[in-house]
């Protein structure tokens, strides 16, 4: 199911990471929402939801590092 809002996205997300991030997942997710709809599309079976969650994830991890130290989420350095 889509998220609307950022108040809807999964407690994982929400409570860990920052807002551009949280956007980026919401984003994310919706979009592989629509573009997964067809079984077909989607590898070994997973289900749609499946399917979103790592698209989203994949998305949030290109823009954001989980920091090994403190354990929270921020943005990477900017590529020359």
């Known amino acids: 199911m889509p998220y609307k ?6 407690k ?6 920052p807002k551009r991030a949280q956007e ?4 994310t997710y919706n979009s592989a929402w629509e573009t997964y709809q067809d ?4 590898r070994s079976g997973a289900s749609r939801e499946e399917v979103s ?12 590092k989980k920091d090994a130290l ?3 989420w921020k943005r990477k350095p900017a590529k020359p």
């Open 39 to 42: 079984p077909a599309r989607r």
């Open 53 to 64: 969650r790592r698209v989203a994830w994949m998305a949030v991890k290109r823009e954001f």
């Open 12 to 17: 994982g997300v929400k409570n860990h990471l």
């Open 24 to 27: 980026i997942y919401r984003q």
């Open 70 to 72: 403190t354990g929270k």
């Open 5 to 10: 809002k950022l108040v809807e996205l999964p």
